[in-house]
């Protein structure tokens, strides 16, 4: 990808959060009809000069730089920039774009409807004949032939079957590499109601939140080009109501979401700490919000009435320090910031609950000098006091996520500690204490990831993530249903099925029904979104 111009540390401290880009309006068509997602892909040569999967996004028109004014060709209405400086300065524009991987062949062959074999030489690395021992350093260049995966209507046989994707139609980009747009990668079940692929600004998503008002769907994600924030809205058919961009700039690291009075707030965490960005209904600015010195990877976690709780890890000596804070509807801090854990590790793979009468935050740390590491649990009142953190599925635990249901708290996690490493999931009081009612949900290699989980009733919905031996990052997503005695209620069915990872999915309660959140894989990347039925 090309190299793109951040901004320097002193423009990120003068940098302002505005809405810079306008909104666009999608006009709903017929949304009573199930609508699958696709995903835009390539084949990438060798020589490329990334690491990515086989199969990425590349977009077609590939511009330097795209303006943050919408074009008047685009077919929608332009509103008012809505710009709400903070500390002074200006914004920036966020950029986009790349540049696309190197061609197997010269671009005079690509483009004659033929599929042609090119000579491709490198220097000589790996085995040697039929297996045997590297060659030496001075071997020279080892030369083969290389086809084009593709050119014109010539497919070379392939399709978006024979890609890992569930259907679709495969056509050839004019970069004689597969483009996967026509490939769907949503897998249909009875459960899924929706599923698409997000038509939204900025390239290489970094960083997802969703959120559920119970009327509407909110998205935000940071894209790699600037780290730029951005916030769209969904309706429960998975139409796209709105889209602002540019709400956060100058190295934003990680973003949260919330539903609350008045709109949405999003916490958007930086080196500088955390930013809250309070957004009203139609995701307009309406305030200032806070600059918080909490850290860079932040969580919001909702409640009833009132303010949520920000949740943000900061760097501290030997581990993460994990800080929480109560904050007003307008991201105004509430409570005084409190530390809940001083030797947090793997930061961004926790969670936090509200719990009825609280909230409880979980994360993989340890227990003081010469503690092991495991999934601890701390509790946090409404009025921002917090506990000592406890301990609640022994050492050798990780990515714990949390989630109420009616009479329970239940706690996902993983366990590493134990002849058969999996994932299970516990019950919990609203102290963090265990509590009976552990339940196996799967072994690698089947399943070891984060599983996000929701309350449904007293049942547990659960999304899983395949095992692909990469933190984070599932080859495939499932969801499954418990009931509070440990029975499957729902057995494990498929949101995606295709070649590439999903990470940093999320799933979150909309009204009767859940929703799933994803980032696929590839470049520059994209988001997914499914709507399912418990």
Same mark, same amino acid.
Request: charged content about 20%.
């Given at each position: 990808?090309?190299?793109?111009?951040?901004?320097?540390?002193?423009?990120?401290?003068?940098?302002?959060?505005?809405?810079?880009?306008?909104?666009?309006?999608?006009?709903?068509?017929?949304?009573?009809?199930? /609508?699958?997602?696709?995903?835009?892909?390539?084949?990438?040569?060798?020589?490329?000069?990334?690491?990515?999967?086989?199969?990425?996004?590349?977009?077609?028109?590939?511009?330097?730089?795209?303006? &943050?004014?919408?074009?008047?060709?685009?077919?929608?209405?332009?509103?008012?920039?809505?710009?709400?400086?903070?500390?002074?300065?200006?914004?920036?524009?966020?950029?986009?774009?790349?540049?696309?991987?190197?061609?197997?062949?010269?671009?005079?062959?690509?483009?004659?409807? /033929?599929?042609?074999?090119?000579? /491709?030489?490198?220097?000589?690395?790996?085995?040697?004949?039929?297996?045997?021992?590297?060659?030496?350093?001075?071997?020279?260049?080892?030369c083969t032939d290389e086809p084009e995966a593709c050119d014109g209507d010539a497919l070379g046989g392939a399709t978006c079957e024979s890609l890992g994707y569930a259907g679709g139609t495969l056509r050839c980009g004019d970069w004689c590499g597969r483009d996967t747009r026509g490939c769907n990668a949503c897998a249909i079940?009875?459960?899924?109601?929706?599923?698409?692929?997000?038509?939204?600004?900025?390239?290489?998503?970094?960083?997802?939140?969703?959120?559920?008002?119970?009327?509407?769907?909110?998205?935000?994600?940071?894209?790699?080009?600037?780290?730029?924030?951005?916030?769209?809205?969904?309706?429960?058919?998975?139409?796209?109501?709105?889209?602002?961009?540019?709400?956060?700039?100058?190295?934003?690291?990680?973003?949260?979401?919330?539903?609350?009075?008045?709109?949405?707030?999003?916490?958007?965490?930086?080196?500088?700490?955390?930013?809250?960005?309070?957004?009203?209904?139609?995701?307009?600015?309406?305030?200032?919000?806070?600059?918080?010195?909490?850290?860079?990877?932040?969580?919001?976690?909702?409640?009833?009435?009132?303010?949520?709780?920000?949740?943000?890890?900061?760097?501290?000596?030997?581990?993460?320090?994990?800080?929480?804070?109560?904050?007003?509807?307008?991201?105004?801090?509430?409570?005084?910031?409190?530390?809940?854990?001083?030797?947090?590790?793997?930061?961004?793979?926790?969670?936090?609950?509200?719990?009825?009468?609280?909230?409880?935050?979980?994360?993989?740390?340890?227990?003081?000098?010469?503690?092991?590491?495991? &999934?601890?649990?701390?509790?946090?009142?409404?009025?921002?006091?917090?506990?000592?953190?406890?301990?609640?599925?022994?050492?050798?635990?990780?990515?714990?996520?949390?989630?109420?249901?009616?009479?329970?708290?239940?706690?996902?996690?993983?366990?590493?500690?134990?002849?058969?490493?999996?994932?299970?999931?516990?019950?919990?009081?609203?102290?963090?204490?265990?509590?009976?009612?552990?339940?196996?949900?799967?072994?690698?290699?089947?399943?070891?990831?984060?599983?996000?989980?929701?309350? &449904?009733?007293?049942?547990?919905?659960?999304?899983?993530?395949?095992?692909?031996?990469?933190?984070?990052?599932?080859? /495939?997503?499932?969801?499954?249903?418990?009931?509070?005695?440990?029975?499957?209620?729902?057995?494990?069915?498929?949101?995606?099925?295709?070649?590439?990872?999903?990470?940093?999915?999320?799933? &979150?309660?909309?009204?009767?029904?859940?929703?799933?959140?994803?980032?696929?894989?590839?470049?520059?990347?994209?988001?997914?979104?499914?709507?399912?039925?418990?």
């Amino acid at each position: 990808m090309a190299s793109l111009r951040r901004p320097s540390l002193l423009l990120a401290l003068t940098a302002v959060i505005s809405a810079c880009a306008a909104e666009v309006v999608s006009v709903p068509g017929d949304s009573s009809a199930p /609508r699958d997602a696709s995903e835009v892909g390539q084949d990438v040569p060798k020589d490329a000069g990334v690491d990515v999967p086989p199969v990425m996004d590349v977009p077609l028109d590939r511009p330097d730089v795209v303006a &943050v004014d919408v074009p008047a060709d685009r077919g929608v209405d332009v509103a008012p920039v809505d710009v709400a400086p903070i500390d002074g300065g200006t914004s920036l524009a966020c950029l986009t774009g790349g540049t696309p991987p190197s061609q197997t062949c010269a671009r005079a062959l690509c483009g004659n409807g /033929r599929i042609d074999s090119c000579q /491709r030489c490198m220097p000589c690395f790996g085995g040697g004949p039929g297996g045997g021992p590297p060659p030496p350093r001075d071997a020279g260049v080892c030369c083969t032939d290389e086809p084009e995966a593709c050119d014109g209507d010539a497919l070379g046989g392939a399709t978006c079957e024979s890609l890992g994707y569930a259907g679709g139609t495969l056509r050839c980009g004019d970069w004689c590499g597969r483009d996967t747009r026509g490939c769907n990668a949503c897998a249909i079940s009875a459960h899924t109601r929706e599923c698409i692929r997000a038509e939204l600004a900025g390239v290489a998503p970094t960083a997802l939140a969703v959120a559920s008002n119970g009327a509407e769907i909110g998205v935000a994600w940071v894209s790699d080009d600037g780290h730029a924030v951005h916030f769209a809205r969904y309706s429960p058919a998975l139409v796209k109501l709105s889209e602002r961009n540019c709400l956060g700039v100058g190295d934003a690291r990680g973003v949260a979401l919330a539903a609350v009075e008045g709109g949405w707030l999003l916490a958007v965490g930086s080196e500088l700490g955390t930013r809250t960005v309070p957004l009203g209904p139609d995701g307009s600015n309406r305030g200032a919000g806070a600059l918080l010195p909490l850290g860079a990877m932040p969580m919001l976690a909702e409640r009833p009435s009132g303010g949520p709780l920000l949740v943000a890890t900061r760097d501290g000596d030997g581990g993460g320090v994990v800080l929480s804070a109560v904050v007003n509807p307008d991201g105004t801090q509430a409570s005084a910031a409190q530390e809940l854990i001083t030797d947090e590790v793997e930061a961004g793979y926790g969670s936090a609950a509200w719990v009825g009468d609280g909230w409880l935050v979980a994360t993989r740390g340890g227990r003081g000098a010469g503690g092991d590491l495991g &999934v601890l649990v701390a509790r946090v009142e409404p009025d921002g006091r917090a506990g000592a953190p406890v301990q609640p599925v022994g050492a050798q635990t990780e990515y714990p996520q949390l989630g109420l249901a009616e009479g329970a708290v239940w706690l996902t996690y993983a366990s590493f500690g134990v002849a058969s490493p999996g994932i299970a999931r516990a019950r919990l009081d609203t102290r963090g204490r265990p509590m009976p009612g552990s339940v196996d949900l799967g072994h690698i290699p089947s399943y070891f990831n984060p599983s996000p989980v929701v309350g &449904v009733g007293t049942d547990s919905l659960i999304l899983l993530g395949t095992y692909t031996g990469s933190t984070g990052h599932g080859r /495939r997503l499932e969801v499954s249903r418990i009931d509070a005695a440990g029975r499957t209620v729902v057995d494990p069915y498929a949101i995606t099925t295709g070649p590439e990872f999903a990470r940093a999915y999320r799933l &979150v309660r909309h009204g009767r029904d859940a929703v799933v959140g994803w980032i696929g894989s590839g470049f520059p990347g994209r988001v997914g979104l499914a709507v399912v039925s418990p």
